[in-house]
């Protein structure tokens, strides 16, 4: 395993109760897992953006060559992120690169979406609320893929 060597300040982990005191006072959260998993649930908070830091392909992964510059379209160099992933690996890569590109403050969700999950913290599902948008208000005991058989 190779070492890591820093050539510059290191990323803070904090842990996911941490990450949602700071997501709550106004710190914005990026998201740095695959759009897919994005879309099977990320941390409900009032600022979050997912920008993929890795793409998989058939290859393998690979990296986001346009990740910086996504993430300099979204964030300025000042604004307070707290960068999360799955697991908590992604992330710190990602906070590495963006601290490096100069961001000054940027903390590592330890754990990832798993351990926010873990916690019983709260969870949005991009694709269930999309999906909402489209049935029917009147038909709230309906599960959702009863709601999908009727729309079809």
């Known amino acids: 395993m190779a ?3 820093s ?6 982990t904090i842990d996911v109760l941490a990450a949602r005191d ?3 006072t106004g710190h914005r959260f990026l998201d740095v897992r695959t ?3 994005f879309k099977e649930g990320h941390p409900e908070a009032e600022d979050v953006l997912n920008i993929p830091y890795l793409f998989v392909t058939p290859e393998g992964r690979v990296n986001n060559p346009r990740f910086l510059e996504q993430v300099s379209l979204a964030y300025g160099l000042e604004d307070r992120i707290v960068v999360g992933c799955r697991s908590g690996a992604r992330s710190l890569s990602a906070g590495a690169d963006m601290l490096k590109a100069g ?3 940027v903390w590592n969700m330890g754990g ?3 351990a926010w999950a873990d916690k019983g913290l709260p969870v949005k599902k991009p694709l269930e609320e999309e999906m909402k948008l489209h049935l029917d208000p009147k038909a709230e005991g309906v599960v959702m893929e009863e709601k999908l058989e009727v729309a079809i």
């Not at 050539?7 to 803070?12: N, R």
């Open 35 to 37: 759009e897919e998993e």
């Open 22 to 24: 700071l997501v709550s």
């Open 112 to 114: 990832g979406h798993l």
């Open 7 to 12: 050539s510059g300040p290191e990323v803070v």
């Open 3 to 5: 070492s890591l060597e």
């Open 103 to 105: 961001y000054k403050h």
